[in-house]
């Protein structure tokens, strides 16, 4: 797992850039993205909705598989 640390700017920027999310003063860290060994987003999910639970796990296996 990675987790994702640094300065606020260039955070910031791979969020909007990098992963396509809009940023807005309500900001929840209820989100998790998926990126392969290529840097590739294979999916975003929320941390609340228990289908998205389900389908990272999935997802993650899968990648795990074909790595």
């Known amino acids: 797992w990675e987790i994702i640390t640094g300065d606020s700017t260039s955070i910031t920027d791979l969020i909007q850039n990098g992963f396509h999310i809009p940023l807005n003063k309500k900001i929840k860290a209820n989100r998790f993205i998926l990126v392969d060994n290529n840097g590739q987003i294979r999916g975003y999910y929320k941390s609340s909705n228990q289908?998205?639970?389900s389908r990272i796990a999935i997802d993650?296996?899968?990648l795990?598989?074909?790595s």
Do not use: A, F, T
């Open 51 to 53: 289908e998205d639970i």
């Open 60 to 62: 993650i296996d899968g």
């Open 64 to 66: 795990m598989r074909i």
